[in-house]
């Protein structure tokens, strides 16, 4: 049983974990697959090995792999009480795609639903890795979340004042 209090993020590059040489491109298959191989036994109820909750690929497909209340396989003492969101890439050596933040964007959103005001915290905050990767700071996630949620709330108090003064304009 998985009681979530935090959403630990990672990267499929940079690790020993994925044995290819650059898993920067890895889809949610190829990390099914290397799950696989480590913890035969371990599939979820949605059919996956992988360890996260989720995975992020680089065209912005966001893959759940087991569900929110089922024990994840990512971060050592950390599984039964948290959601793992693996995106693909080596952010040791590169950044998020935007197609991938936006993804992030509605994925996290769809979580705090759940979740109110969960944080979310690089898998190296629990282990000694760079995971989610060394370009990233550890509040990389969080705050670019932060960042489109408050351009999110411009916009809509944009469109709430240009249709008061239009509104005004025609009366």
């Not at 799950?35 to 909750?53: D, I, K, N």
């Not at 952010?91 to 795609?97: A, H, K, M, R, S």
């Not at 239009?166 to 009366?171: A, D, H, L, P, V």
């Amino acid at each position: 049983m998985n009681n979530p209090i935090v959403v630990i993020t990672h990267h499929t590059g940079g690790t020993d974990a994925y044995p290819l040489a650059d898993s920067s491109n890895a889809t949610v298959l190829d990390v099914d697959k290397w799950h696989r191989a480590r913890w035969p036994t371990f599939r979820s109820a949605l059919g996956y090995f992988v360890g996260y909750h989720y995975v992020i690929e680089k065209d912005g497909k966001v893959t759940q792999t087991r569900r929110e209340d089922e024990e994840g396989a990512h971060v050592i003492g950390m599984n039964n009480k948290s959601i793992g969101v693996c995106f693909a890439g080596n952010f040791d050596l590169t950044l998020p795609t935007e197609a991938q933040m936006q993804a992030w964007y509605k994925l996290y959103a769809d979580i705090q639903k759940r979740y109110p005001n969960i944080p979310t915290y690089p898998h190296r905050k629990y282990a000694s890795k760079t995971c989610h990767g060394k370009l990233l700071k550890d509040d990389h996630f969080a705050v670019q979340y932060q960042i489109f949620s408050l351009e999110q709330k411009i916009a809509q108090l944009k469109a709430q004042l240009t249709n008061l003064v239009t509104n005004r304009r025609f009366k």
